[in-house]
């Protein structure tokens, strides 16, 4: 029987929606810094876009970019940490699955599968907040015709690489963790009392 990334995936999905408050956590880990991401780079866009259609100039500041990043590696740290915590729960369940067959790869798979799934939904709830945040900004700086000045294409490559960016934070965040539980050891695993 073949196990392939799809199979991964539609487990780890039905593993989110057991553990929904451990992976609400991760998900709205995952938002925050994506939509705080998205809120200064949509802002930036419209304030040039706003700036060359005869607007006041305004602009992103160098500290909001920084706090933006550390928000971004704040994130990654918390779904490392909840995924470790994972792994360490799910002792047993690795262990039985590599009883049964279950290869290395399978298991850096399934945890991988899971993390994914998080940073996708997460990426989507960040990446609506953040276009809230922008058009409340917007309104309050610049008056919301200032949102129409973004191009279009802009925009989009705005949201495809904060949706991106989610999504391999989440799976770089989960290597770590993915790998220790792909390398236990079937019978310690069984074994092991939490």
């Known amino acids: 029987m073949q196990f392939n990334f799809r199979d991964a995936l539609r487990l780890g999905y039905e593993y989110v929606k057991r553990r929904r408050d451990r ?21 930036d866009a419209m304030y040039r876009a706003y700036l060359l259609s005869g607007g006041t100039r305004y602009q992103v500041e160098q500290y909001q970019l920084l706090i933006m990043l550390v928000a971004l ?11 470790l915590i994972s792994v360490y729960e799910r002792f047993r369940e690795i262990g039985t699955l ?3 067959g279950a290869l290395d790869k399978h298991i850096l798979t399934l945890f991988l599968g899971e993390s994914i799934i998080q940073g996708a939904l997460g990426g989507f709830v960040g990446i609506s ?10 309104g309050v700086t610049t008056g919301i015709h200032a949102l129409l000045s973004v191009p279009l294409t ?25 790998y220790k539980a792909a390398k236990l050891s079937p019978v310690e695993a069984i074994r092991y009392e939490f």
């Open 23 to 43: 992976s609400f956590f991760n998900i709205a880990s995952i938002a925050l810094g994506v939509s705080f991401l998205m809120t200064l780079l949509f802002n």
């Open 129 to 138: 907040v953040g276009l809230f945040a922008s058009a409340i900004t917007a």
């Open 154 to 178: 802009e925009l989009l490559s705005i949201l495809a690489c904060s949706y991106l960016l989610s999504v391999l934070l989440s799976a770089s965040a989960a290597l770590y963790p993915a």
């Open 98 to 100: 590599k009883c049964l």
């Open 73 to 83: 590696a704040v994130s990654v740290m918390s779904i490392a940490n909840a995924m």
